[in-house]
C-alpha cells in the first residue's frame, strides 16, 4: 500500500509541480506590471474601480501598448531626433552611458539574431585536454573578424554555467576542437541544468517514460493505468 502511495505521489509531483512553478511564475509576472502602472491609471481607465474584484492583467496589457506606440513612434523622423537628444544627453553622463549603451547592445542583438543564435550544442576541452564542457554554437566566423591572422575558420561559443545558464564564458575556437553533439539547445540547457542528472540518453527517452522515477516504478504505473 505504502508503496502505491509512493508511487502516486511521485507521478502527481511530476504532473503537478511544473504547472504550479509556471502558474507562479506567470501570475508573479503580471501582477508586477498590475503594481507598477495601475496606480498611475486614470480611473475611467482603471476596470478597479468599477468592478467588485480585482482586474489581472490590466498592467501588463497597458506596458504592451505603451512599448507599441513608442516604437511606432522610434520608426519616425520625429521619434528618430528625440531618441538622439536623449542620447546625447546621457553621453554626458560618464557612468550611466556605460550601462545605456551595454544594455541596448545586448536587446539589439538578441532581437537582430534571435533566430539564428544558438542553434547546436558542442563538447569542447576545458579547462585541459581530457575534460570536456558543454558549450553552444553562435556562428562561424573568421579569425580576422576579432582581430588574428585571417584564414582560419572558428566557432563563436558560449559556455553556460550550472545550474545557472544565463551566465558564462565566450570562446572563439577552431572549428575542429568543437565536437557537435546531436542534441538540440532545449536538450542542451536540460544537460546544464540538471547538472549532467539528466544525460542525452535520458532526454531522448522522457517522452516514452516519466522523467525521475525509476524502471520499476515506471513499470508500475504502467500497469495501474492499464487496468
Do not use: C
Amino acid at each position: 500500500m505504502f508503496r502505491k502511495l509512493r508511487t502516486y505521489f511521485l507521478a502527481g509531483l511530476v504532473v503537478t509541480a511544473p504547472i504550479g512553478i509556471t502558474a507562479w511564475l506567470t501570475w508573479w509576472f503580471v501582477s508586477l506590471f498590475d503594481a507598477w502602472i495601475k496606480p498611475y491609471l486614470p480611473e475611467m481607465y482603471n476596470p478597479d474601480y468599477y468592478l467588485s474584484f480585482h482586474m489581472p492583467g490590466v498592467g501588463l496589457v497597458v506596458a504592451l501598448f505603451l512599448i507599441t506606440v513608442i516604437g511606432a513612434l522610434a520608426a519616425n523622423l520625429v521619434g528618430r531626433t528625440l531618441i538622439n537628444f536623449w542620447e546625447s544627453m546621457l553621453d554626458r553622463m560618464p557612468v550611466i552611458r556605460t550601462v545605456y549603451r551595454g544594455v541596448k547592445q545586448i536587446f539589439q542583438t538578441a532581437i537582430a539574431q534571435s533566430s539564428s543564435n544558438f542553434k547546436e550544442v558542442a563538447l569542447i576541452e576545458y579547462p585541459r585536454k581530457g575534460i570536456h564542457v558543454v558549450v553552444f554554437i553562435a556562428r562561424e566566423l573568421d579569425s580576422s573578424e576579432i582581430g588574428l591572422e585571417p584564414g582560419t575558420a572558428l566557432y563563436s561559443a558560449f559556455m553556460p554555467t550550472t545550474p545557472n545558464p544565463t551566465s558564462g564564458f565566450l570562446f572563439f575556437l577552431k572549428k575542429e576542437e568543437a565536437r557537435i553533439l546531436d542534441l538540440t539547445v532545449e536538450e542542451g540547457a536540460k544537460l546544464v541544468i540538471s547538472a549532467g542528472l539528466v544525460t542525452p540518453k535520458q532526454i531522448q527517452t522522457q517522452d516514452d517514460s516519466i522523467t525521475g522515477l525509476d524502471a520499476e516504478t515506471v513499470k508500475e504505473l504502467e500497469k495501474h493505468i492499464k487496468k
